[in-house]
């Protein structure tokens, strides 16, 4: 008979490099096996279970709302998308929302938002628009997000590409400042912190030289806080260390705690209301049930001040691992739980996963060389210094 490793491996696609346990529970910071053995998690389903897996609110939300409707159809008007566009727009200061499932289709939407602002509003000749990108970025992986991607492996023979995008670096004021003289520019496209890249972390202020930048220039600032947003880096939103308000406001992953698929783009009445009926759309976006769940998601990260913890476990675990002296051991970087290890090239990041693994410690690589080490927001501390007992002890022998 064969295991479900075996199984998958045999029928499911192999897009994933994966480690070798097969996961069939989740509850609070910990996944298990099996066999029942139990394990850290320090991924987070990649910063999506940030109210930590089973959450009782949430699985109450998800059930009472499955026992009336899951899904009608955006054809009709339902109670829970009412309820959380304006709960939603209310709680970040927006005046509309759109929604869909995916973070990249959330990209998507922002892509084709920003290119109608340019040649509706900005005035932009046709076909002309352009959108600036920051190197090593990470939008999704469907066709206009690749086209903006630096990474080879994510745009590599699946051409030919969308066009249309610049790429500058990240973290340059000055690029930004020139890159703007181009008065085809309709859009800014912005992690406030590089996630997939290897948690990098911009100047202080450099977001909010961007977003002024921006407005001279009557360019649209974009902001990804798909993985940055929703408490993970130690404020609901990792713009808010700059205090900045982007024109839109990218949303995904922990706006549903891992229950269902649920993305958002939020902005003005005046940009939002550029697609009209028929010019855009999904099936399963704003239905009842992802709604429901949406809703007491972003509650629990407010009322158990998840972010205020993830500001106190992330500088804990950071200045714990800055005490390894191991010169393997380039940088620790990140804010909040939203935290990455970078190592020299002599390292294999998949090896050091593996043997984390067989601490029963869950992590992946990103790029760059790169480990993030991202738990559930409701991590305790004594729950910290038991997986950074766990990680010290195996970066120590590297």
Do not use: W
């Not at 999506?48 to 009782?56: A, I, K, L």
């Not at 469907?142 to 991607?149: D, R």
């Not at 804010?335 to 593996?354: P, Q, R």
């Amino acid at each position: 008979m064969m295991t479900s490793e075996e199984k998958e491996l045999k029928y499911c696609s192999i897009n994933y490099d994966r480690l070798p346990v097969t996961i069939t529970k989740g509850q609070g910071i910990y996944l298990f096996d099996e066999t029942d053995t139990r394990y850290f998690d320090f991924l987070s389903g990649y910063s999506v279970v940030n109210q930590g897996h089973g959450h009782p609110r949430l699985i109450k939300a998800a059930t009472d709302q499955l026992q009336r409707l899951t899904l009608s159809s955006r054809s009709f008007f339902n109670d829970k998308l009412a309820e959380l566009s304006e709960f939603i727009c209310k709680r970040l200061g927006y005046e509309r929302v759109i929604p869909m499932n995916t973070g990249a289709e959330a990209c998507e939407t922002a892509i084709k938002l920003a290119r109608k602002f340019g040649y509706e509003m900005k005035g932009i000749p046709q076909d002309k628009a352009k959108i600036v990108v920051m190197h090593n970025n990470f939008m999704g992986r469907t066709m206009g997000s690749i086209s903006g991607s630096s990474d080879y492996l994510t745009y590599n023979n699946f051409g030919p590409l969308v066009g249309g995008f610049i790429t500058i670096p990240f973290n340059d004021v000055f690029a930004v400042k020139n890159i703007l003289q181009d008065s085809n520019i309709c859009a800014v496209f912005i992690e406030p912190i590089q996630g997939e890249a290897g948690v990098f972390v911009p100047d202080n202020g450099y977001l909010k030289r961007v977003a002024e930048l921006c407005k001279e220039a009557n360019v649209l600032l974009v902001a990804d806080e798909i993985q940055t947003g929703m408490g993970r880096c130690g404020m609901f939103l990792a713009s808010d260390y700059d205090n900045v308000k982007p024109d839109l406001l990218l949303l995904g992953k922990a706006i549903t705690g891992g229950v269902t698929a649920l993305s958002v783009v939020l902005g003005s009445d005046e940009i939002i209301s550029l697609l009209k009926p028929g010019m855009h759309g999904s099936t399963y976006g704003g239905n009842p049930l992802t709604c429901a769940v949406a809703i007491e998601a972003i509650k629990v990260i407010d009322e158990e001040r998840l972010a205020e913890n993830a500001m106190q476990q992330g500088e804990f675990f950071r200045n714990e691992i800055r005490k390894i002296q191991n010169p393997k051991i380039k940088f620790v970087r990140g804010k909040g739980l939203l935290n990455a290890i970078a190592f020299e090239e002599s390292i294999d990041t998949m090896e050091v996963c593996h043997k984390l693994f067989e601490h029963k410690l869950l992590a992946k690589p990103t790029r760059n060389n790169a480990m993030r080490f991202s738990p559930p927001l409701i991590i305790t501390n004594d729950q910290m210094q038991e997986a950074i007992t766990i990680i010290k002890s195996v970066l120590i022998q590297l």
